[in-house]
């Protein structure tokens, strides 16, 4: 089996050291759209107000990934960091949109997962020396407010036409975080998987909904958020909110 793209993450531990059936390999693919078309790499499309823009950084933390069976929760992920582009970086692997689990064959009701960290792991050292690089909490990946001693949750940037000429050439940047930020969503579906074979979920982001969800986020208003005005919390809890609206899985 040829993997392409094995994201950093931290699993969580099993109680029992040898499982009692053969494990299956459950993959959780994430992708993410701009008006409908595949996301891609400064790929202009147009928001629902007709402006021009483009993606250059898209990175969130996936954490707390449940399978339901019933009355039971099975933990398969404690945190990964999700990655589908990232401007900094010149390193191929950056971009990881795909994790690549151990879990026991059997049959599931539904998938249950965080968006973000629960506020135990949002209160993690980065420079703690258990974190090896490539972690997914630590100080390599560049995704911790000193400051705040929190983690960013989603991280949104690009370029977008704020006169209209159909030219992308503002700059746009919203990272969220803050314990209160951090979001769970269950999808009840049957998921089945067997011994010695591999289960893939497709879940799927529509970027323009991140900004034209429930709430709306206007870039000509509040073109940037970098939890510099804490005072200030409405666009970090409206992408929040819209984010894991907009989250569906296929």
Known sequence: MAITAIISLWSCTKEEETPKFP????VLNFSATGAGEELEFRKEFKDPLSRVLFVEFFKYYLSNVYLIDGSRSIKILDVALITHFDATSSDPNAIQTSVYLDVDPGSYTALKIGIGLDAETNATDPNDPSLEIGHPLSSDQNTHWGQWGNYKFIMLEGRWDNNADG????????????DEFYREKTFEKTIVTTSNDTTHLKLNIEYNEIFFGNDTLDMAVDGTWHGTDTSYLDPAR???DNFIQTLTLE
């Open 23 to 26: 494990s299956s390999v459950l």
């Open 167 to 178: 030219s992308p050439n503002a700059i746009y940047g919203y990272h969220t975080g803050f």
């Open 238 to 240: 409206a992408i929040s």
